[in-house]
């Protein structure tokens, strides 16, 4: 059975969790408050702790006790910080987030579960035909921060672009109209250096939907401590760095087509024909990155809204309620034809 870590107030020992708002871990019980800093030591005291007591590989951490009630709690072999469903703390499986899975940056909670809250309600805004029960409280509650596992990526790209070119012009000569096409083969060489290209680490997420909640601010990111994640769930990665790497390869050989074809000026149209492009990393780096999400079963089908922990952008998928769509067209018919009725009433009775 594995070992876990979880954050207690060096004040009264209650359970004590990172607040976004503040910016500082605050005991909801006697409202001391600390920096990460400020517990930094008893990290590295707890840390020890499970060196001394502990031998087992992450992936016998299949199920734990929680240090605050004793209740066994069963995990997905990739979780990093779950919670107890019967005390609510935090436990954190530390060794599950060491070795070769300790994260070398965090960016910490900025938007409180009360924005991510907002945020999904405001999805019913101007969409009469969401379902009532998609934003109802049971699933409001549902909503949960999430660190998510990233590879990011310093890249290399350089080659060649042949891209294939016209010119057009038009002139006219009395009432005829002439048209002229020149063709034109097209050469960029060139190289280009792409900082922190970030790929999602785990099966678990959709990299579309991640990708969609980006950019976060990296300028944000600090040394990862395990203590900003009181609170909240954590994930460990299941795709290795280099199976990762070929997402980030296609979207900054994508990229650098895009500026080599833009830098193309002058020509009434263009198509690249062939490159030789090529990518290499240069430093990669692991880390953790905020995420709200909830997901939610409609008609037995699932629906996933997702914010971003940093910067408050949000992505969601919407179902329809057909039954709404339904009463909607029938009431909108009804009164297009009592309004019919009614202007055939006034242009044709009132001639009468």
Known sequence: MGK???????????????????????????????????????????EEEVKETSKDSYSSYVNYNCPDCGAEIITDENTAATFCV????????????SGEFAPKYI??????????????????????????????????EKITGVYIPFWLYNVDVSGTVNAKATKVSSWSVGDTRYTKTDYYNVIRSGSMVYERVPVDGSTRFNNDMMNSIEPFD???LIDYNHAYLSGFLAEKYDVSKDDAFNDAKTRTLNSTKDQMLSSMIGYSSKTITSNDLSSSIS?????????????????????????????GKFIGNIPLDKSKALIITFVSFVLSFLLCVLISYIIFGMGA
């Not at 009469?128 to 029960?133: A, C, E, G, I, Y």
Request: proline share 5%.
């Open 4 to 46: 876990v870590l979880d954050n207690k107030c060096p004040s009264c020992g209650a359970a004590i969790h990172f607040k976004p708002d503040l910016g500082k871990f605050k005991c909801d019980y006697c409202d001391s408050e600390y920096t990460a800093e400020q517990l930094k030591d008893m990290d590295k005291l707890k």
């Open 86 to 97: 019967y005390c609510g703390n935090t436990s954190i499986i530390k060794n599950r987030l």
């Open 107 to 140: 960016i910490p909670f900025k938007m409180d579960k009360e924005k991510a809250i907002n945020a999904f309600k405001s999805l019913r805004k101007g969409r009469p035909l969401v379902p009532s029960s998609f934003v109802s409280e049971k699933n409001i």
């Open 218 to 220: 990296y300028t944000k």
């Open 283 to 311: 430093e990669t780096e692991y880390v953790l990155l905020p995420v709200w999400m909830v997901n939610v079963k409609y008609k037995d089908k699932f629906y996933l809204f997702a914010m971003n922990g940093e910067s």
